[in-house]
């Protein structure tokens, strides 16, 4: 019997060195990583809303964070956070190979005004709002990613869009400020949803138009453009055509590009969202800024008491459905440290 109960004994000399080592590193990966958090420093002076890294910002933590998934490919976002006794401040940098803020421009070949297809590049943040965190902290952003678009869940779940475009928003250091709700079905943008906007018209010329948003640049019958640049003004950049800029367009003029849109900074809860990027040594560099409580009940409350789960996704020089996400759950926690000098 003692002879049977010793062949029968399990012997480690009988496995090999390697297999240990295999085995090893198996049972160490029974256990993953925690997820990424991301530490808001508390800071005494608001950083420069300009895209620039202020020193403050020298102080504060870094975070990377694994991009994967749609056609942006796999890419690292660095994230860093501050907050005030009213604000919060993200500052965001990520990789991308060319700048792309011309979204359909228009062209002049003779006679012939055409669009480009170019779209722009983006970024984008969700939080979850109340009782939706604790199924995102589960899940992550695949919750509420569909075949073909984006929805919550649930009903009575509801989730916060910071939606930076960086020809349409940047240009006037704005984010769209978005809301997603439950949906079954892609129609009307799925369960995205703008936040409320102050809707406020502008005459120019014998055209109207709305001010305090981005408005496609068009006029349809003529199958050209609607607006130009007024060539009596110093424009900073020819590449965006702000409000405040626009005239009616004329076809007897020599130019021979046009933007595709009008841009004006929204109003509202939509324009909640300061955020202004920077494209330089082939990379964004971002900075967002939002007060706490907005008092807006489409935005997410932050109480320096709590840990929030969220989620980011970039978008290199195409449309939102085709966006490239975190696919693991992202922890913002407030903590209050040495004031960066």
Known sequence: MRRLLESARPSLRKVPYYGLVFLSIALLGCNPPPPPEVIAVRITQAPVMDGEIDSLWDSVPVTSVGIEGGKTGIIDVQIQAAYTD??????CRWPDDTESVVKQQWQRDGIVWTQNHEDEDRFSVLFPIGNARAQFAKNGCKRYCHDDFMATKLPNERADIWHWKAARTNPVGRVDDKYLVYATAAANDGGRRGDERDK???????LSIE?????????AAAAQPAFMHNRGKNIADPRFLLIEDA???????????VPGYVIGPHQGSRGDIAGKGVYAKGGWTLELGRALDTGHEDDVVFELSRRYPFGIAVMNNMAGEEHSWSPKVIWLKFQTLPTPQ
Do not use: C, Q, W
């Not at 009213?86 to 500052?91: A, K, M, Q």
């Not at 001010?211 to 006029?219: M, P």
């Not at 005239?247 to 590009?257: L, W």
């Open 247 to 257: 005239v009616p367009f004329d076809p007897e003029s020599d130019v021979d590009t």
């Open 211 to 219: 001010a305090g948003h981005y408005v496609k640049n068009i006029d």
């Open 86 to 91: 009213s604000h919060l401040y993200f500052l």
């Open 200 to 206: 406020i018209m502008k005459r120019i010329g014998e």
